[in-house]
């Protein structure tokens, strides 16, 4: 069974950073892309950033310049290095990952992580 387990969220004053990691375990064979998604209260869950297995990155307009979405493809684990935050980046920020597992080898699996709790106070 294959597990994405996060953990590094907390409480920072605006203007404070923060650094995010999420690691899979399990048996799988392989992992795809790995990326990071937030939720707010009352809004919907919203790309962060993604990062391929070769390291080509994508943000959200609103994280640009502030946010860094990086991995440990040798240690399967993708990490979000979140700095000037903001209190409006303030949300339950999940993992994501496509794995290649023994079920799918060539199909991947999209996982998610149980979500980690960042609070942002003014």
């Known amino acids: 069974q294959v597990q994405l387990v996060e953990s590094g969220g907390g409480l920072v004053q605006a203007g404070g950073s923060l650094r995010l990691s999420c690691a899979a375990s399990?048996?799988?064979?392989?992992?795809?892309?790995m990326g990071w998604y937030r939720q707010a209260p009352g809004k919907q869950r919203e790309l962060v950033a993604t990062?391929?297995?070769?390291?080509?990155?994508n943000y959200a307009d609103s994280v640009k310049g502030r946010f860094t979405i990086s991995r440990d493809n040798a240690k399967n684990t993708v990490f979000l290095q979140m700095n000037s935050l903001k209190p409006e980046d303030t949300a339950v920020y999940y993992c994501?990952?496509?794995?290649?597992?023994?079920?799918?080898?060539?199909?991947?699996?999209?996982?998610w992580g149980q979500g980690t709790q960042v609070t942002v106070s003014s």
């Open positions: 994501n990952a496509g794995i290649y597992t023994i079920v799918t080898p060539t199909i991947p699996l999209n996982y």
């Open positions: 399990g048996s799988f064979f392989s992992i795809n892309a």
């Open positions: 990062i391929t297995t070769g390291g080509t990155t």
